[in-house]
């Protein structure tokens, strides 16, 4: 444990929060993929194959930060459920030492959001069926989207070595 309030916390309370990190560590790991506003932060396997993290394929950064809350919004699901969830395992997985003490990891507990939702309940309503939406009116202009210029990177410029030694 390091900081200057590392003689406040125990070494049970040290180890407790050590077992923690995984919340954390699954969904984001930094490294850079060139992405811009929140997703500059790549994502672990949980958050960008799982939860789709980084598949909101829109220009506009406000549809995007949306995106991005329901997805952690979605994690933080799996996070509230760990307790509940059981091992499935797969068909190619039946032979593999069954976990039985611990948390089990976010994709884990995603395979077994189904049942869980469904032990659950919710107290919503069920869904009604209202008819078909009028759509657009006709004669609607549907404002176009700006086109941007591309912007490509320029020749790299050689470095100019000296042809004479200098002179120390």
Do not use: C
């Not at 309030?5 to 407790?16: A, C, F, K, S, V």
């Not at 307790?83 to 995603?110: D, M």
């Not at 869904?127 to 912007?151: D, N, W």
Request: charged fraction near 25%; charge should be positive; glycine fraction near 8%.
């Amino acid at each position: 444990m390091m900081g200057q309030l590392r003689d406040e916390l125990t070494i049970n309370e040290g180890y407790q929060a050590y077992l923690q990190r995984y919340d954390i560590e699954h969904l984001l790991r930094f490294e850079r993929e060139g992405r811009r506003g929140f997703l500059a932060m790549s994502n672990h396997a949980v958050g960008k194959q799982r939860l789709l993290l980084n598949a909101s394929g829109t220009p506009e950064v406000e549809h995007e930060e949306n995106w991005v809350s329901l997805s952690l919004l979605a994690y933080v699901q799996l996070w509230a459920a760990r307790k509940l969830a059981s091992t499935l395992p797969q068909p190619w997985e039946r032979y593999l030492p069954q976990k039985t003490e611990g948390f089990l990891t976010p994709s884990l507990v995603q395979r077994d959001m189904n049942r869980i939702i469904t032990e659950i309940g919710t107290p919503a309503n069920s869904p009604k069926p209202r008819g078909f939406a009028s759509g657009r009116t006709e004669g609607m202009i549907q404002t176009k989207r700006t086109r941007h210029e591309v912007i490509k990177k320029g020749k790299k410029s050689k470095k100019l070595e000296p042809s004479t030694p200098i002179a120390v």
